[in-house]
């Protein structure tokens, strides 16, 4: 052997593989925890929008969507899809499949909820593919039951089935 | 009596050099190297050992993002919930965020 430089050359992209693959592992979960904390803002913004007062339910819906879609979506579909996207059912805007109006304990469950999924592997340790597409991700579910109160419509509607006489004054 | 060559040399002749041995195992050191890795890849990947890897580390992270609790369940859940800030052991109880015990 006369050179011997091809050797730590060689060397190098052996342990690269796992070096870097470890390194951008440790990288992208930083960034996926951050981006969680975000997203557990904008779903809690959505739902203070949800929660406040409008002239119909569909109105208060409506507003808590416009919320958390200008946070979390662009033009393009997911604003930060480098990060994590859209999982399962995405964005819900209402109740939980658990609400029970009837019970008191199951009446919080009014307002707004975000799935998505972020791949932790930027670079596959060993070979492509030594691990499975369900392995390298992680799911997360991001939501805020803030309740709503009630609407302008649901108001007037419920004052016109009583019999006595009530003013409005916009104390709905 | 007539000098003889060494033994080397009367194979490979003269002028030749041992440094071909050394690359040689070179390979087969790198290449035994290589194959255990792989194999351990494939192997782990044949036992499902990024599942178990992914159901230790990731579902608690996952319950712990969700509900503020590692070992939080939703209401959601089909095991019912547990360890939730909103969860009620009994009618009239609540829960101070994740405190273990249920105030009366």
């Known amino acids: ?172 | 009596l007539k000098k003889t060559s060494r033994p080397v040399e009367a194979i490979w002749g003269s002028g030749t050099t041992e440094s071909g041995q050394a690359l040689t195992e070179y390979i087969f050191l790198l290449a035994t190297i290589v194959s255990a890795f792989l194999l351990i890849l494939n192997l782990s990947r044949t036992l499902g050992v990024g599942s178990i890897l992914q159901k230790s580390y990731a579902e608690p992270f996952q319950a712990l993002y969700r509900t503020g609790d590692a070992k939080g369940r939703s209401f959601e859940d089909a095991k019912g919930p547990n360890r939730h800030a909103r969860y009620q052991a009994c009618s009239g109880c609540f829960r101070i965020f994740f405190n273990p015990d249920v105030y009366p």
């Not at chain 1, 342990?15 to 904008?42: E, I, P």
């Not at chain 1, 930060?80 to 805007?93: L, R």
Request: net charge positive; hydrophobic share 40%.
């Open chain 1, 1 to 172: 052997m006369k050179k011997k430089a091809g050797q730590s050359t060689l060397e190098f992209i052996l342990v690269s593989v796992l070096f870097f693959s470890f390194t951008f592992f440790h990288f992208k979960l930083s960034v996926l925890l951050a981006f969680g904390n975000y997203v557990h803002y904008a779903t809690f913004m959505a739902a203070r929008a949800l929660l406040s007062g409008g002239s119909s339910e569909a109105e208060q819906m409506d507003s808590a969507r416009t919320v958390i879609t200008k946070m979390l979506k662009g033009q393009g579909g997911d604003r930060f899809k480098a990060i994590a996207k859209e999982d399962g059912p995405g964005i819900q805007v209402g109740s939980s499949s658990r609400l029970n109006r009837q019970e008191r304990s199951l009446t919080w469950l009014y307002g707004v909820r975000y799935s998505f999924k972020g791949k932790l592997f930027m670079i596959s340790p060993g070979k492509a593919g030594s691990l499975k597409d369900q392995d390298n991700q992680l799911s997360l579910v991001s939501e805020s039951w803030l309740g709503r109160e009630v609407s302008d419509e649901e108001c007037t509607t419920y004052i016109q089935t009583q019999s006595a006489a009530f003013e409005l004054d916009n104390g709905c």
